[in-house]
């Protein structure tokens, strides 16, 4: 018997460049971007994610979006003879804003619960889904801190049976070096190439999802 678990997205294995370090061979379906920042946060999420750029969901506009799928499956005997599949999923939507308020964070999470209801499929296959969302500021008002610092919003599948869904948040300051992220949003990571661990308080969607899928 074996577990089989992969990234359809990209290769985690595969380099994660830091600022002016050496950049990785872009493949020619992925963007690039105006915005130096965001295209080097590019650099660091295009193994794991499909990315966009320019685009608008459910009426609100994100310089860069991305989408990872992580599939699970146990093995018998045969690669023919499976069973236990599951899938989960992350959701990330990212811009540049001239300033950020808590209640622009309140709209990105009625939006974030806006598109699990749009994308998710509730079925015994279906493990988690996490929708992310970065904002990328000026500087990090105390206010939007502790919103952030404080915030989780996870919501069961009937009962957890079909799974569940997050919506996480993250905001970063690039010119001040700063950066803070709800409990779960590991992918804001990316986005801190001067320190691979944001301010916040927990392991996020990768940590999680290797855990429950054995990995």
């Known amino acids: ?18 600022g002016g370090r050496d950049r990785p061979e872009r493949p020619a379906d992925v963007p690039t971007w105006d915005d130096e920042f965001l295209d080097r946060a590019s650099d660091r999420l295009l193994f794991n994610y499909d990315l966009a750029r320019d685009e608008t969901v459910g009426g609100e506009r994100f310089d860069l979006t991305g989408e ?12 023919s003879l499976t069973y236990a ?13 001239d300033g950020v308020t808590v209640a622009d964070l309140e709209r990105l999470v009625e939006l974030g619960h806006e598109l699990a ?32 610092l404080g915030f989780r919003e996870r919501q069961l599948l009937a009962f957890g049976y079909y799974g569940h869904y997050e919506v996480n948040l993250g905001v970063v300051a690039p010119d ?9 949003a590991d992918v804001v990571a990316a986005f801190t190439p001067w320190d691979d661990v ?18």
């Open 1 to 18: 018997m074996a577990d089989d678990a992969t990234e359809t997205a990209g290769d985690p294995e595969r380099p994660d460049p830091v």
């Open 68 to 79: 990872m799928r992580v599939d699970s499956r146990k093995q018998f005997l045969h690669e």
């Open 85 to 97: 599949n599951h899938h989960a999923d992350e959701y990330l939507f990212a811009r540049r804003v």
């Open 117 to 148: 209801d749009e994308r998710i499929t509730p079925d015994e296959e279906h493990y988690g889904t996490d929708l992310s969302f970065v904002l990328v500021a000026p500087t990090i008002p105390e206010a939007v801190r502790e919103f952030v």
């Open 176 to 184: 001040d070096e700063e950066a803070v992220a709800s409990r779960e």
């Open 198 to 215: 944001p301010d916040r308080r927990s392991d996020g969607f990768l940590a999680r999802v290797r855990r429950a899928l054995g990995r």
